[in-house]
């Protein structure tokens, strides 16, 4: 599986994960070129420039404000010299030149409404938004829409937002992993007094998350970081393994006595589920469901497989008053039964769920990735217990390098298979 592996151990700002995405391989000139599309293109410029920290070679991100005349939601003036809620001075991993021209979250939506990009993207950007503006909604205890979202409305937020959900877009990654989030210590000056780092809005996106603290002395991780990960990561662990393909770095701006740099790396991620495992006890769960719709079981299944379901399906069935019905049976680790709960809750309308020991009995099996003329292809092999092996190119696989390259699947299919059958025997 495709995926991308965050690591913050120096925290996570907007423009510090533009910089690791173009330097991890997303062509700067391009994020620019459609960045330049939003209706806003006159207000910023954006630089990447090759950048070092502590011997740790990346690229740092800049935005440029061009301090041209705005007709927002209000025209009052604000000194502050960062794009949070709060009015510190910073420069931890993003270095802006403000004149936060603030926009209401109702002109945001606007903004993404009128933008050119695919739906994917929107609804990437609506996802990050929606973050920072319920948390800045319920720290001031008003409503969306009369919050001054300076973080949400603020010109460079508003790039590092778009920025990355065009340059993940780009990317067409599967899955989005992230361990080892530091939010850092001391204490900001806001407009509100002094008050402890990490900045409310930070905590409050972040919340469920798991986080360091007081791992370097400022501001690490700031809210459109945190919405950032909140919004597109899947896993917030390692991946069980991952064969690396490219490695991004992104460079802070502040110094600390660590260097001040993020890293993301794209490459082929094993799930718990394609693992080897020995043969074990499991968990099977089962519920029966009538009031979904069937487009909203496969965001479900998703789930699961993520989450770590060794096998997760759908059989159809009658329940009483011959209500016509799906029966979801998930099997799992033992380890894993209540995060399986957890999210049969969370993603379906069931309210019960029933449990039940089994044994399982799998043969060897592993993933391989094996070399054609579409480039790396996971395929499953499988040992018999006569010793013979049988194999099965992973589905994934084969729909992305179709849909990339406009090509039938079933025909996409043989001519992989056939390029399989030579390279294994």
Request: proline share 4%; net charge negative; glycine share 6%.
């Amino acid at each position: 599986m495709r995926a991308l592996y965050y690591q913050c151990h120096s925290g996570i700002s907007g423009d510090m994960n533009l910089g690791a995405l173009v330097d991890l391989g997303v062509p700067a000139e391009w994020l620019k070129a459609e960045l330049d599309k939003l209706n806003i293109s006159d207000e910023f410029t954006l630089t990447f420039e090759p950048a070092t920290k502590m011997g740790i070679h990346g690229t740092q991100a800049k935005v440029h404000l061009t301090h041209v005349a705005h007709h927002h939601d209000h025209s009052h003036s604000h000194s502050h010299s960062h794009s949070h809620s709060h009015s510190h001075s910073h420069s931890h991993s993003h270095s802006h030149d403000h004149d936060h021209s603030h926009r209401h979250y109702s002109t945001i939506k606007k903004i993404i409404a009128d933008s050119p990009y695919n739906d994917r993207v929107k609804s990437t950007v609506s996802t990050l938004f929606q973050l920072i503006a319920e948390a800045e909604s319920k720290i001031h205890n008003q409503s969306i829409d009369k919050v001054h979202f300076h973080e949400v409305g603020a010109t460079d937020s508003i790039i590092d937002i778009f920025g990355a959900a065009i340059a993940l877009d780009y990317l067409d990654i599967e899955a989005i992993y992230c361990a080892g989030i530091e939010l850092g210590g001391g204490q900001i000056t806001c407009q509100h007094g002094m008050l402890p780092v990490p900045a409310p809005a930070t905590l409050e996106i972040l919340k469920g998350v798991e986080c360091k603290m007081d791992g370097v002395d400022g501001e690490a991780t700031t809210p459109t970081g945190a919405a950032i990960l909140k919004g597109t990561v899947n896993e917030f662990s390692a991946p069980a393994s991952i064969k690396p393909l490219a490695v991004g770095y992104g460079i802070g701006h502040k110094d600390f006595d660590k260097p001040n740099v993020m890293r993301v790396t794209l490459g082929e991620v094993t799930t718990a589920s394609q693992l080897n495992t020995d043969n074990e006890d499991s968990i099977e769960l089962r519920a029966n469901i009538d009031d979904m719709t069937p487009e909203a079981f496969e965001p479900l299944l998703e789930k699961l497989f993520e989450h770590g379901a060794s096998d997760a399906f759908l059989t159809p069935i009658v329940m009483k008053k011959s209500r016509l019905a799906h029966m979801l049976t998930v099997l799992c680790k033992k380890s894993d039964a209540q995060k399986m709960l957890e999210t049969i809750y969370d993603n379906s309308t069931t309210i019960g769920v029933r449990l039940s020991d089994v044994q399982k009995d799998a043969l060897p099996r592993k993933i391989t990735n094996v070399p054609t003329t579409f480039g790396d292809i996971a395929v499953k092999v499988v040992e018999l217990p006569s010793g013979q092996q049988r194999w099965k190119v992973e589905h994934d696989d084969i729909k992305r390098i179709a849909s990339k390259n406009a090509i039938n699947y079933l025909h996409l299919r043989d001519l992989i298979e056939q390029e399989v059958a030579d390279n294994l025997v």
